[in-house]
């Protein structure tokens, strides 16, 4: 299982891997917001945690067809699926594999984007805080939306009307501890919600994803 | 005699010939009574005039919005557990009706909403969980629509069914906490139920059994033409094979 | 015994393609399965490598399974021959790569990406996972697409050491391999006729 993440970091940090567009995509996300609701620094403050929260949620999204899409085209799926580990355990494993390679970096840049963005000093803890926490969710119910659409030729576009809402409460929870902790009001509350739906996600979607993938590969 | 024996469809396609016309009969006399007498002989609300009665249309229709997709998940788990064809062609059959179910409350709630707070939409709680409902619709829907294979799609829209549940029941409490988050105090609630006098409760009543036998007529129709469709690809992979 | 089918049925797509199959393979011995194109081969390959439910019968396979080795050889073009093969034999448990390698005359090439292998090349690595994945049945769909002819031969020898350390194979392929421990099955025979009014596809037809 380790080496199964070990090759899934190594082909997304290769060429070609997608390592980095994320992260490009996310800045640049960012920066098309202020052109679009105006330079006013106020405006920009109130919306910056909502904005770096739907950034990196979208971002997220659009590396979501590798975890399967690739290991489905090359045939190693179905290698997988008839080797000694569990495919449950091999969707947790490579949807950890994605989370470290799109959401972790995210989280790490978020803070210097929300400085483009004029975010108020208290909310950059609560907004690194609950990408941190959040972001792992992001991976695992985006795994289950791969794993729903795995056997399509072009499944990404059905694939993201099939994950999007599913990401509505990890959103809602998410942006709204950051935009709390901006206005130094009490975060606590949306961090423990959003926290249990990382838990739960990381708990329960492996194995429905693994049961839709053996669905697929049939 | 079990229930089970409905799922064969050979005898659902039987016992559903005959119940038809009677719920569709039924249906078409409860809604019209219900709608007639909600519309035309119930008073005005003194504080909202005549406004108030789109919701024998509206209440009906949220009612359902939320009840197919319910008896969709229930068709899932059966189909899940017990690989009963008609199941999962139900759960299917009911998914654009829920679809409808939806837009109706939806729109007659703007319709609604703009007289009585001067919008026609506001992010309020309820009204944000069934635009949240639609878009599971739409997304269970395009995943049937995408998958060739009938078992395929059944085993994997199923799947998006019971997983879709939970984050729907999710959304639905984190949108209230996100709503009383945003405008502290802020109640624009639909709520009709409290203060309302049985004049309008009665009509209510039928105009909501009216819905619901809509409902199961529509959903017979739609199921029945699934499995006449099923039966039809069946017989041309026959043909191919002979 | 390594592999014993009763009266199993296939379908691909929903639709039947093979009925009544029934064979045993024992220890040490090859069964290679011939039949035109769409006759079922690779369906019957994966039903019995468990990627898919047999629509009827039963089969029977050692605990520790098959391994499968399928038109596609699950190789990642950015990795390395070392990295593609060490991967495998992380997952399935297997320790020094080399002997494989070796086998399948990859050793020189260790280090070459998996994108600058010539077809042949790719198809000897994807064997070599065969050889790092320790099962004692090997089910081959088309193993020798796209290898020369010393490649064929270089398959042939490694196939005859598997077989005779008590391996079996189970191979499906349009060319002679000539060996010894082979006998023959031409699926044909089994192939599914139109069935009667209900028997597929739940009670629709």
């Given at each position: 299982?380790?080496?199964?993440?070990?090759?899934?970091?190594?082909?997304?940090?290769?060429?070609?891997?997608?390592?980095?567009?994320?992260l490009?995509?996310?800045?640049?996300?960012?920066?098309?917001?202020?052109?679009?609701?105006?330079?006013?620094?106020?405006?920009?403050a109130?919306?910056?945690?909502g904005?770096l929260?739907?950034?990196?949620l979208?971002?997220?999204?659009?590396?979501?067809?590798?975890?399967?899409a690739?290991?489905h085209?090359?045939?190693?799926?179905?290698l997988?699926?008839?080797?000694p580990?569990p495919?449950?355990?091999?969707?947790?494993v490579?949807?950890?594999?994605?989370?470290?390679t799109?959401?972790?970096?995210?989280?790490?840049?978020?803070?210097?984007?929300a400085?483009?963005?004029?975010?108020?000093?208290?909310?950059?803890?609560w907004?690194?805080?609950?990408?941190?926490?959040?972001t792992?969710?992001?991976?695992?119910?985006?795994?289950?939306?791969a794993?729903l659409?795995?056997?399509?030729?072009?499944?990404?576009?059905l694939?993201s009307l099939?994950?999007?809402?599913?990401y509505?409460?990890?959103?809602?929870?998410?942006?709204?501890?950051?935009?709390?902790?901006a206005?130094?009001l009490?975060?606590?509350?949306?961090?423990?919600?959003?926290?249990?739906i990382?838990?739960?996600a990381?708990?329960?979607?492996?194995?429905?994803?693994?049961?839709a993938?053996?669905v697929?590969?049939? | 005699?079990?229930?089970w024996e409905?799922?064969n469809p050979?005898?659902f396609?039987q016992?559903?010939?005959?119940?038809?016309?009677?719920?569709a009969?039924?249906?078409?006399?409860?809604?019209?009574?219900?709608?007639?007498?909600?519309?035309?002989?119930?008073?005005d609300?003194?504080?909202q005039?005549a406004?108030v009665?789109?919701?024998?249309?509206?209440?009906?229709?949220?009612?359902?919005?939320?009840?197919?997709?319910?008896?969709?998940?229930?068709?899932?788990?059966?189909?899940?557990?017990?690989?009963?064809?008609v199941?999962?062609?139900?759960?299917k059959?009911?998914?654009?009706?829920?679809?409808t179910?939806?837009?109706?409350?939806?729109f007659t709630?703007a319709?609604w909403?703009?007289?009585?707070?001067?919008?026609?939409?506001?992010w309020?709680?309820?009204?944000?969980?069934?635009?949240?409902?639609?878009?599971?619709?739409?997304g269970?829907?395009?995943?049937?629509?995408?998958?060739?294979?009938?078992?395929?799609?059944?085993?994997?829209t199923?799947?998006?069914?019971?997983?879709g549940?939970?984050?729907?029941?999710?959304?639905r409490?984190?949108?209230?906490f996100?709503?009383?988050?945003?405008?502290?105090?802020?109640?624009l609630?639909?709520?009709?139920?409290e203060?309302?006098?049985?004049?309008?409760?009665?009509p209510?009543y039928?105009?909501?059994?009216?819905?619901v036998?809509?409902?199961?007529?529509?959903?017979?129709?739609?199921?029945?033409?699934?499995?006449?469709?099923?039966?039809?690809?069946a017989?041309?992979?026959?043909?191919?094979?002979? | 015994?390594?592999?014993?089918?009763?009266?199993i049925?296939?379908?691909?797509?929903?639709?039947?393609?093979?009925?009544?199959?029934?064979?045993t393979?024992?220890?040490?011995?090859a069964?290679?399965?011939?039949?035109?194109?769409?006759?079922?081969?690779?369906?019957?390959?994966?039903?019995?490598a468990?990627?898919?439910?047999?629509?009827?019968?039963?089969?029977?396979?050692?605990?520790?399974?098959?391994?499968?080795?399928?038109?596609?050889?699950?190789?990642?073009?950015t990795?390395?021959?070392?990295?593609?093969l060490?991967?495998w034999?992380?997952?399935?448990?297997a320790?020094?790569?080399?002997?494989?390698?070796?086998?399948?005359?990859?050793?020189?090439?260790?280090?070459?990406?998996?994108?600058?292998?010539?077809?042949?090349q790719?198809?000897?690595?994807?064997?070599?996972?065969?050889?790092?994945?320790?099962?004692?049945?090997?089910?081959?769909?088309?193993?020798?697409?796209s290898?020369?002819?010393?490649?064929?031969?270089?398959?042939?020898?490694?196939?005859?050491?598997?077989?005779?350390?008590?391996?079996a194979?189970l191979?499906?392929?349009?060319?002679?391999?000539?060996?010894?421990?082979a006998?023959?099955?031409?699926?044909?025979?089994?192939?599914a006729?139109?069935?009667?009014?209900g028997?597929?596809?739940?009670?629709?037809?």
């Amino acid at each position: 299982m380790i080496a199964l993440l070990l090759r899934d970091l190594r082909l997304a940090t290769r060429a070609g891997g997608g390592f980095g567009l994320g992260l490009a995509f996310f800045l640049i996300v960012t920066v098309l917001v202020p052109f679009g609701v105006g330079p006013e620094g106020g405006t920009l403050a109130r919306i910056a945690p909502g904005i770096l929260w739907v950034g990196a949620l979208l971002a997220s999204l659009l590396s979501l067809d590798r975890i399967f899409a690739l290991d489905h085209e090359d045939g190693s799926l179905d290698l997988l699926a008839t080797a000694p580990i569990p495919l449950e355990s091999v969707v947790a494993v490579k949807a950890l594999a994605h989370w470290l390679t799109t959401g972790l970096p995210l989280t790490l840049a978020a803070p210097m984007l929300a400085v483009l963005l004029n975010l108020p000093g208290p909310g950059f803890f609560w907004l690194t805080v609950s990408l941190a926490l959040g972001t792992p969710a992001l991976s695992y119910i985006g795994a289950f939306g791969a794993a729903l659409t795995v056997g399509l030729k072009r499944g990404g576009l059905l694939m993201s009307l099939l994950v999007l809402p599913l990401y509505i409460p990890t959103l809602i929870y998410g942006a709204d501890c950051a935009r709390r902790g901006a206005a130094a009001l009490a975060a606590g509350t949306p961090l423990l919600m959003l926290v249990a739906i990382t838990l739960g996600a990381v708990a329960i979607l492996p194995f429905a994803a693994a049961a839709a993938i053996r669905v697929n590969l049939r | 005699m079990s229930i089970w024996e409905y799922a064969n469809p050979r005898k659902f396609m039987q016992t559903s010939a005959w119940a038809l016309p009677w719920v569709a009969g039924l249906a078409v006399v409860t809604l019209l009574t219900g709608l007639v007498w909600g519309f035309f002989f119930t008073v005005d609300d003194y504080r909202q005039g005549a406004t108030v009665k789109i919701l024998f249309v509206h209440v009906p229709a949220a009612l359902m919005a939320v009840n197919s997709w319910l008896m969709m998940l229930v068709c899932s788990l059966i189909w899940l557990i017990r690989r009963h064809h008609v199941s999962a062609l139900a759960a299917k059959a009911a998914a654009p009706v829920g679809v409808t179910m939806t837009l109706i409350a939806l729109f007659t709630g703007a319709i609604w909403g703009q007289p009585m707070w001067g919008t026609w939409w506001a992010w309020d709680p309820r009204l944000t969980s069934f635009l949240i409902l639609f878009l599971f619709y739409l997304g269970y829907i395009a995943l049937w629509e995408a998958i060739e294979d009938p078992d395929t799609a059944a085993d994997l829209t199923s799947v998006l069914c019971l997983v879709g549940s939970i984050f729907a029941l999710l959304s639905r409490y984190a949108v209230n906490f996100w709503n009383q988050g945003l405008h502290q105090g802020a109640s624009l609630s639909l709520a009709p139920g409290e203060r309302m006098a049985m004049a309008f409760k009665l009509p209510l009543y039928v105009a909501m059994a009216g819905f619901v036998l809509l409902f199961v007529t529509l959903v017979l129709i739609r199921t029945r033409t699934e499995i006449r469709a099923r039966r039809l690809r069946a017989l041309e992979a026959r043909g191919r094979m002979a | 015994m390594m592999l014993e089918l009763v009266d199993i049925s296939v379908a691909r797509g929903g639709v039947p393609v093979l009925e009544g199959v029934t064979l045993t393979l024992g220890a040490g011995r090859a069964l290679i399965i011939r039949g035109p194109n769409g006759a079922g081969k690779t369906t019957m390959l994966r039903t019995i490598a468990g990627l898919q439910p047999p629509v009827s019968g039963r089969i029977v396979l050692p605990p520790e399974g098959a391994a499968y080795a399928a038109h596609a050889d699950g190789l990642k073009a950015t990795l390395t021959v070392a990295e593609n093969l060490r991967f495998w034999a992380d997952i399935f448990g297997a320790g020094d790569i080399g002997p494989a390698l070796a086998a399948m005359a990859l050793a020189p090439l260790r280090d070459r990406m998996a994108q600058n292998l010539s077809a042949g090349q790719k198809r000897r690595l994807g064997l070599a996972r065969l050889l790092v994945a320790q099962r004692r049945l090997w089910l081959l769909d088309e193993p020798t697409v796209s290898l020369d002819a010393a490649s064929v031969a270089l398959f042939l020898q490694v196939l005859s050491g598997h077989l005779q350390q008590g391996g079996a194979a189970l191979i499906a392929t349009h060319i002679s391999l000539g060996l010894r421990e082979a006998e023959e099955i031409d699926l044909g025979a089994f192939r599914a006729t139109a069935p009667r009014a209900g028997a597929f596809d739940g009670a629709f037809a």
